[in-house]
């Protein structure tokens, strides 16, 4: 299996590089990266066009998606095995954690947004998290709701988590990621 660029290491080269997304609204681009991501506790392919000119930023004329990083649901087969984005191109080194990536629903073509989901302050063992083995953030991939461990793999699910103060959604890294929308249900 070839290594795949990264939703998360892109976006943020792209954020500190720059970069544009070739699509037009309505006209899903050739993606740059094929992944797997999580929607409603399923699997989804998640195809993403990343930035690729020196006028990178969003565009008005798509939706913008929120692309969440929470730990993997499976330590030994994370969705993306993270990265380290070396200074330069970065201003300083950047740890891009181990993580599977979440997203709110099927989406058309979007802008995207890489939001970290971390264990809010005194969320204590109602949060359950994963160290990242490179050194980057430790991630939540679980809250215990009720009694019952519920998984991160939803995105309603993890702004619930984040209304109810067991989670913190960081956005203040990796940021715009570029274009990306999702394809099959995978099995």
Not at 89 to 101: E, L, N, S
Request: charged share 15%; with cysteine.
């Amino acid at each position: 299996m070839k290594h795949r660029v990264l939703l998360v290491s892109t976006a943020a080269g792209a954020f500190l590089l720059g970069g544009t997304a070739t699509a037009t609204a309505g006209e899903p681009p050739v993606p740059d990266e094929v992944e797997t991501a999580w929607v409603a506790g399923h699997l989804i392919t998640l195809y993403v066009d990343t930035p690729d000119a020196a006028s990178s930023g969003p565009s008005g004329a798509r939706p913008d998606a929120d692309v969440f990083l929470v730990a993997p649901m499976d330590p030994a087969h994370p969705l993306d095995p993270g990265a380290v984005i070396p200074s330069p191109p970065a201003p300083a080194p950047i740890v891009v954690p181990v993580h599977d990536t979440v997203l709110d629903r099927p989406t058309a073509p979007s802008d995207c947004f890489g939001v970290q989901v971390l264990a809010a302050p005194g969320a204590g063992g109602r949060v359950l998290t994963r160290p990242d083995p490179n050194g980057g953030a430790t991630l939540a991939w679980a809250v215990v709701a009720g009694g019952h461990r519920v998984r991160l793999t939803s995105g309603p699910v993890i702004r619930w988590a984040a209304r109810r103060g067991l989670v913190v959604l960081d956005r203040s890294w990796p940021g715009y990621g570029g274009t990306c929308w999702t394809g099959a249900w995978r099995r």
